[in-house]
């Protein structure tokens, strides 16, 4: 494993890439997989046999929630997320570094205001039945919510600490 230090400390260079990302691959790589078989599943039994279960069509959505949020910690953790850095790109390259630790603030505060009230709706929702699964509540749906949040505000925190001490010119070793 090489390490190494870089002099731009931006938020490309501030993914993290340890066993808990790598986690995260395996599971949305395993959600995708229980999605497809659950969408062949009621695309055989719609067309094929006419009689179409309705479990499988309420588990792929609550599936495809899951792998929206899980996926969207992933891409937090990658540095993946959709943005726009072509204006930050044009600004003195000593002011890139205190644009990218506002964005990073502001991502933190949004998505600690969603975990919040994201966990505050649970417990309202844990004795409502899903439609086609009567033995699972709708809190098992909604709870992608505040799972892919904290995720997602974990690796923020990280890319914050990297922006940071980027900012004391002391960067952060770098894992290839």
Known sequence: MTHQVSPDMNAANAHYRGPGTRLLEVVCAGLLACMVILLF???????????????????????????????????????????????????????????????????????????????????????????????????????AVPVGCSLMLLYELHRLMVEVRGLMNKPVALRS
Do not use: C
């Open 41 to 143: 599943i009621q695309v055989v039994s719609r067309y094929g046999l006419h009689n179409p279960p309705d479990w499988t069509e309420e588990l792929a959505r609550t599936v495809f929630v899951y792998l929206t949020f899980v996926g969207g910690a992933l891409a937090v953790a990658r540095n993946a997320h959709l943005k726009v850095d072509s204006a930050v790109k044009l600004l003195p390259d000593n002011v890139q570094p205190w644009i990218r630790l506002l964005t990073n603030l502001i991502a933190i505060v949004f998505l600690g205001y969603v975990l919040y009230y994201s966990s505050i709706m649970l417990p309202r929702l844990a004795f409502q039945p899903l439609t086609a699964l009567p033995f699972l509540s709708k809190a098992w749906f909604f709870a």
